[in-house]
């Protein structure tokens, strides 16, 4: 049986970055990048929205403060900012700008654009919606200069860096902010390297060059243009030469036909998605308020020949705990499969699995498994589960829901058992853990359970700047979350993306949020 | 006649508001939030607050009794409120896809007449030779092959022979005639082919049935010419029924092309119907049905102005 371990993962990354991104050669100017996206944002707004369906065809306008690298993910790397640097007890955070940055309608951008931003994301005016408020309440910011920014603490905060480089936190005019503080709901100004020329609503959406982006000599494209397209229509799309790539990631039997039909016309990225399908017991429901329940359900799901199995049909590939494998912070494999669930030996597992059911009364245990009527990956994780089940006595129902039928579901705690996923655009154990939480600290706690222990680990962590310390205590908590199985991974994703060989430039990352502004990609052509 | 249409419109009045009353209750029956599904669907974790935040930005905050008096408010300037989704207005989003839409369906319906009433006299000519079976297991075909099904083939076809795919868009016709029907022409193949079945059916049996009427005997036996007994006396009087049935169809393609141009990708009427149901936006689902039911309504009074027009023993005074 094949396994898959973290070096071949990350192996896959680095051969897919060495392989496509066309670092040998001279980038070249000009041409249309034509892309798909295989959703549309409701509107323009980076603050007030959660989805890659923004991200990809609107990053291109906006700068960031700092941003991830692309090639060297996850690190982080300016993208306004010049350069900072971090007060010895951590608590301040100093910004030095570039300088001569303008925004598209010709104004400077300076510190003023970068706190107006932020204070909307912090303290968004009436009317205004701010989806990640929360996450950086504990910050403040200040403008000693137009050309330096300081954010202060007001409490310890771990991965300060990262939370500042989500693709989300667009900078916008202050200007115009303070002229209509929504108009980034409906209007794209923003400083990044293209200019907004159309949008037809359920159709496309096009950009062209900016000259007087501040990355002198990029972008190396004249334009782009992203069509919105349903997903089956990727592929048909890139064969028929409707457009060359998408960026979110394809499955494997997609791979195929790709290759089959193109051959040697496609460049392909492999690697780990900062994403995973996770089963999500209700412990407000009985049998699942018992830790023996649970675990028996977890330890029954042989997920190392799953990864096997299911990879080759799904994007469903790695197997992992609460953060993502091969992540710095991840429980090493060794310490992995000692965790009920993850053992190598699944029929011991699964014989482990059945005295657990038998000492906690539970007999011939039916349920059902709430999950979306999306195919990818979320029904052959919850078919493949339902067998695994079925092999230690136990019956699963599966009923597939439209999303917002089954968000409702899944919201008001009505289901006994629930396919859920995770998804952001960083590994920061902050983002990770949303779930695995109770209710009173994440509105994603839909297990329902009410240990505040997790809670405490979850504060702690997110209160540790030292990075050994930290990830002492995120090993800690995974352990500790694992093993109460109040929710547990299935599998982690793998991200496909298969493009035209032409589009240069472009990095794979674990996130599919990521390094989407297309200022270094090129069309070798 | 212009008294008959003057009423037939005022009654569409009624009609339209009944519809627009029983859609807007019958519409929140329904489980699901357009919030949760903005903001919650890509997996994020999204505070109870943000979720409000943008409830009350979209006016769900109020009660049901005020959101129905701004909506009954707005109908009559046409006011259908804002996507719940977009936050464009309703009448926006419907009047972007309404052209390309509307271009399919008038193309499939010429697609259909064009195709139905010479095969179906053709084969009523020739009842039971080979052409009428030929005709026959055509028509057939075209009721049994689902439109949406037909479409992949089409897909399938173009690119396995050609690799090649119509660019995404719509360019109206005016401004480039290639590109346009390079876009429109296979959804309207795809979906012209099953109205056709259904008419070219109906052409051959109303016009079977007209022939044997005894008029037509008469004509026969005074020794008419058989093209000119179908032109002056067996064609129109066939066509009665088969008017109904294009009415029809075409009212029901617009529900027809709720498939069809999700497989074509075609940014029209019936994808943004599938979207906004997706979504539970409430507001452009109401705006889609009420246009529907006008389309429907008046289809049928087209319908029954041709009547008039085809057999003036039902012409109206």
Known sequence: MRRTSIPVVAMGIALACAAGSGQAAEPKRGGVLNFGVVAEPPNYDCHGSTTFALVHPIAPHYSLLVKFDGKDYPKVVPDLAQSWSVSPDGMTYTFKLRTGVKFHDGSPLTSADIKASYDRIIS?????????????????????????????????????????????????????????????????????????????????????????????????????????????????????????????????????????????????????????????????????????????????????????????????????????????????????????????????????????????????????????????????????????????????????????????????????????????????????????????????????????????????????????????????????????????????????IVNHKKIQGWYITPSHYLWQDLSTVWLDQ | MLWYVIRRLILVIPTLIGVAIAVFFLIRVMPGDVVVVKLRADGAAVSEEAIQAERKRLGLDKPLYEQFYDYMLGLPRLDLGKSLWTGEAVTKEIALRMPVSFQIAIMAALIAVLIAIPLGTISALYRDSWIDHTVRVVAVSGLAIPSFWLGMLIILGLLSLFNWLPKIGYVPFWQDPIGNLAVTIWPAASVGYRYAAVATRMMRSSLLEVMREDYIRTARAKGVWTRLIMRRHALRNALLPVVTVVGLEFAFLIGGLVVTEQVFNINGIGKLFVDATARGDFNLIQGLVLLIATIFVLVNLIVDLLYGWLDPRIRLT
């Not at chain 1, 509105?443 to 030292?466: C, F, L, N, W």
């Open chain 1, 124 to 496: 968004p005016p009436p009317g205004v919606v701010s989806i990640r408020k929360a996450y950086y309440s504990d910050l403040a910011v200040e403008t000693p200069d137009p050309a330096t920014v300081v954010f202060k603490l007001k409490n310890p905060m771990a991965g300060v860096l990262e939370a500042l480089a989500s693709p989300f936190n667009c900078i916008y005019s202050a200007a115009k902010l303070a002229q209509n503080p929504k108009y980034p709901e409906t209007e794209i100004m923003g400083s990044g390297p293209f200019t907004l020329v159309s949008h037809v609503r359920g159709t496309s959406w096009e950009g062209k060059r900016f000259d007087g982006y501040f990355d002198k000599g990029k972008p190396y494209l004249d334009g782009y243009k992203a069509f919105f397209v349903k997903s089956n229509a990727v592929v048909p799309g890139i064969i028929g030469g409707q457009f060359d790539a998408e960026f979110r990631g394809r499955n494997p039997s997609e791979k195929t036909q790709l290759l089959e039909k193109m051959k040697d016309n496609l460049a392909v990225f492999e690697g780990t998605w900062v994403n995973n399908l996770m089963i999500v017991f209700n412990t407000t429901r009985k049998p699942f308020d018992d830790v023996r329940v649970r675990q028996a359900l977890s330890m029954a799901i042989d997920r190392w020949g799953g990864s096997d199995a299911l990879s080759r049909i799904s994007i469903l590939k790695f197997v992992g705990g609460v953060m993502r494998p091969g992540y710095a912070m991840s429980l090493p494999e060794a310490e992995l499969v000692k965790l009920p669930g993850f053992s190598k030996d699944i029929a011991k597992s699964r014989e482990d699995a059945k005295k657990l059911l038998a000492d906690a009364g539970v007999k011939d245990l039916k349920f059902k498994l709430l999950n979306r009527n999306v195919a990818e990956p979320y029904t052959p994780g919850a078919v493949y589960s339902i067998d695994q089940w079925r092999r230690i006595g136990v019956i699963a129902e599966h009923e597939q829901l439209e999303t917002k039928l089954y968000q409702d579901r899944v919201a008001s705690g009505d289901f006994d058992v629930a396919i859920e996923f995770q998804a952001d655009f960083m590994d920061d154990p902050t983002a990770q853990f949303s779930k695995f939480l109770t209710k009173a600290l994440s509105p994603s706690g839909y297990s329902g359970h009410t240990d505040t222990k997790i809670d405490a680990m979850y504060e702690k962590q997110r209160r540790t700047i030292d990075v050994a310390e930290r990830t002492k205590i995120v090993r800690e908590m995974e352990r500790y979350a694992l093993t109460q199985a109040y929710n547990v991974p299935l599998l982690w994703w793998q991200r496909i």
